[in-house]
């Protein structure tokens, strides 16, 4: 139980709704992210009601169907039969909440700004239905002092207090798709609220659900947790991305030195090159954190550089590609070349930011005729071209000038592509990962 005798009165009655789970929550965006939070709040016991502006997610949570690879309908089914979850498309269904996550979309504008258009809409629309008592968590990543900059204000703008009368926290999303061993109950989940009062309320709320809450003292340090969680891994995949590069210039393995600095115990954390950085996380948030930073007149260099390497991923690829093929006697222009995984990571039908586009979409570009199989990936459209999943692999891989593995799925007979394949361009050592060694395969 939290130790409220300190907080004002309007805390203690809040914190005690949550503990008892007399308490009605909303969570404002149903996808990956909130969908499954919801689930999780309902299967805690709290009543909630989920709101989004896509009546198809509505329409599906009141059939009890799920949409989420992660989230099993017979699960939504039975919160949505028991009462304990509900949707809608309108904001007023949250007049009668006690706390509301928001977990919609923070992408970058086309000019590689933040774009926080999704988040202000819905601090907006949630205006009308604030009342004293209300709890409000952005779990949307963005840049350290959104919270304070953006959202308190407006939540301040009826003439409610925050810390006294509304409470407002930010609370990193940790959600991994696909993943299995982490789930949203049992990862550790940070929460950061703008005074002590609102980091208390938004740990009782998610203490109903979650195992292990990990209170920060400011709304900015649970920002800036959530960018350094991401930008770790952008700047060592950019790393090991350039590492890539010097090996091959040096005629080494990259993929055996990786190997070998993995047999470390200690002190070094397994990373692997590949053709690009894809996903709607890890190539986004760290520019959140340097577009930030050049307002304080300070260049965020590691991100800069991490970014631009990892981003000249896909063209290293093709230019590999291109070397391959001469050394075969083969122009790029006018080979039929076969791309093998276009989703942005293994085992995913996630095409968000995936290198495989840009990697396309240079082939094309030097007239090269390009196909592609991807097992979760039926059909794809890229800056005016669109293509589908060939239907037969181990056909087009007999009949391509050269293989390209874009993204390692783990269901591929990597065995049987190497059999029919007369040349293969490896980016993520999928041959060897599934015991294939043959001299037709050169890796990245
Ligand atoms: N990638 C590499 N080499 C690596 C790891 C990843 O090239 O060694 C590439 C992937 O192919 C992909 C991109 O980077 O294109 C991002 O991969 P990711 O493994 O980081 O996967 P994400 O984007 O799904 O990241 C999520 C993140 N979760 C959240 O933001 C809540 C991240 O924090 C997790 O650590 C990551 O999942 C995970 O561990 O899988």
Known sequence: MTDTASLPPAARELIQRFETRQARVGVIGLGYVGLPLAVALARAGLHVVGVDLDASKVQSLARGESYIEDVPTAEVASLVRSGHLTASTSFDALASVDGVSICVPTPLRKTGDPDLSFILSAVQALRPVLHRGMLVILESTTYPGTTREMLLPEMESGGLKVGTDLFLAFSPERVDPGRKDWTTENTPKVVGGITPACTAAAAAMYSTAMKSIVPVTTAEVAEMTKLLENTFRAVNIALVNEMALMCERLGVDVWEVIRAASTKPFGFMKF????????????????????????????????????????????????????????????????????????????????????????????????????????????????????????????????ADCVIVVTNHSSIDYAAVAREASLIFDSRDAFAAAGVHDPKVTRL
């Open 272 to 399: 692997t090159p590949g053709p690009g950085l894809g996903g709607h996380c890890i190539p986004i948030d760290p520019l959140y954190l340097s577009w930030k930073l050049k307002s304080v007149k300070y260049t965020a260099r590691m991100i800069e550089l991490a970014s631009e390497i990892n981003t000249n991923m896909p063209r290293y690829v093709v230019q590999r590609v291109q070397d391959l093929l001469n050394g075969h006697g083969k122009a790029l222009h006018g080979s039929s070349l076969l791309v093998l995984g276009v989703a942005y990571k293994p085992d995913v039908s996630d095409l968000r930011e995936s290198p495989a586009l840009d990697v396309i979409g240079l082939l094309r570009a030097k007239g090269a005729r390009v196909a592609y199989f991807d097992p979760y990936v039926a059909g794809l459209e890229h800056e005016g071209w669109e293509l589908t999943s060939v239907p037969d692999l181990l056909k087009a891989a007999h009949a």
